[in-house]
Nanobody, 127 residues
Framework: VQLQASGGGLVEPGGSLRLSCTAL????????IGWFRQAPGKEREIVSC????????WLSDSVKGRFTVSRDNVKNTLYLQMNSLKPEGTAVYFC?????????????????????WGQGTLVTVSS
């Protein structure tokens, strides 16, 4: 299971970016997906997660009201829409997959719950 996150870049504070997560050679449909980020010198932290069907989504308190997670299983792609970005949002963003479909936020918010990870995409929020 190989994932690839894309869409990162340099954006000014208050700006927006949309990250995408795609799968190479397999369907993402059966997998719950987590978005994590890791800033320099800090631990990897949960940003958002979405169930395999897309009917359940979760956002960390730090991004609620600004970020939205969605998925298009026909296009085999997941999205993280990030609005009103802040400098503290500067990090490498990763998507990760788990076949566990009945987990809740406490389960999906832990990096070790995910066996498959993409390489990450760098988001820099700076003026």
């Amino acid at each position: 299971v190989q994932l690839q996150a894309s869409g990162g870049g340099l954006v000014e504070p208050g700006g927006s970016l949309r990250l995408s997560c795609t799968a190479l050679g397999f369907s993402l449909g059966p997998y719950a997906i987590g978005w994590f980020r890791q800033a320099p010198g800090k631990e990897r932290e949960i940003v958002s997660c979405i169930s395999n069907s897309g009917d359940r989504t979760w956002l960390s308190d730090s991004v609620k009201g600004r970020f939205t997670v969605s998925r298009d299983n026909v296009k085999n792609t997941l999205y993280l829409q990030m609005n009103s970005l802040k400098p503290e949002g500067t990090a490498v963003y990763f998507c990760a997959a788990t076949p566990v479909f009945n987990g809740g936020y406490n389960y999906y918010s832990v990096p070790s719950s995910f066996a498959s990870w993409g390489q990450g995409t760098l988001v820099t929020v700076s003026s």
